[in-house]
């Protein structure tokens, strides 16, 4: 788990996902993880997207962390 802290005004993000979490498609960093059945599934945002309609209607939970990809350091 990655924290991120801010300034005091500003609130502490946290995420669960990390650079060692790799999509389950096809092996690009995790940015969304669904549960299904028990199971995490971990995927890209590109196969997060491709399969999200189906998979919500199955899944358990959804956390999904592609803001990350428009954040700038």
Request: aromatic share 6%.
């Given at each position: 788990?990655t924290t991120l802290s801010?300034?005091?005004?500003?609130?502490?993000v946290v995420y669960r996902?990390?650079?060692?979490?790799?999509?389950?498609?096809?092996?690009?960093?995790?940015?969304?993880?669904a549960e299904v059945n028990?199971?995490?599934?971990?995927?890209?945002?590109?196969?997060?997207?491709?399969?999200?309609?189906?998979?919500?209607?199955?899944?358990?939970?959804?956390?999904?962390?592609?803001?990350?990809?428009?954040?700038?350091?």
């Open positions: 788990m801010t300034t005091a005004d500003e609130a502490t996902l990390s650079a060692m979490d790799r999509c389950d498609s096809c092996g690009a960093q995790a940015y969304i993880a028990g199971s995490e599934l971990l995927f890209c945002a590109h196969h997060g997207r491709k399969y999200e309609e189906k998979l919500r209607e199955v899944a358990t939970s959804w956390h999904d962390e592609t803001a990350r990809l428009d954040e700038t350091d």
